[in-house]
């Protein structure tokens, strides 16, 4: 491969790597079609995707988050506490936010 094709790939490789840093999506599910806006109407799919919260806790994070104007239809909310406990219990391993800044070298 030759200089300037690397030179051509390099930028997408980055491009690439901080798309997806960005996005966090949140794991796949029917109900996740409704949590994405209810939630992401105030903050980004990070604050959740790095929550490790046991089924109680996730229902009293869900009640504050409608008390405080989340549109979550309320036959919904106990798919919402369903789906978030058990994609992000307290027991799950803690979430690593990915690098984005290149590391400094220790020189």
């Not at 966090?24 to 919260?53: F, G, M, N, W, Y």
Request: with cysteine; aromatic share 6%; charged share 25%.
């Amino acid at each position: 491969m030759s200089r300037l094709e690397v030179l051509k790939i390099v930028p997408l490789v980055l491009l690439a790597g901080f798309v997806r840093a960005q996005s966090d999506e949140l794991p796949a599910a029917p109900i996740r079609a409704k949590v994405t806006p209810a939630c992401a109407e105030c903050h980004e799919s990070r604050i959740i995707v790095q929550q490790r919260l046991g089924k109680p806790a996730w229902t009293k994070e869900v009640d504050k988050m409608i008390r405080w104007g989340a549109l979550v239809d309320p036959a919904d909310r106990d798919a919402f506490i369903d789906y978030l406990s058990a994609n992000f219990p307290a027991d799950k391993t803690a979430y690593v936010a990915p690098r984005t800044a290149p590391q400094k070298s220790g020189k």
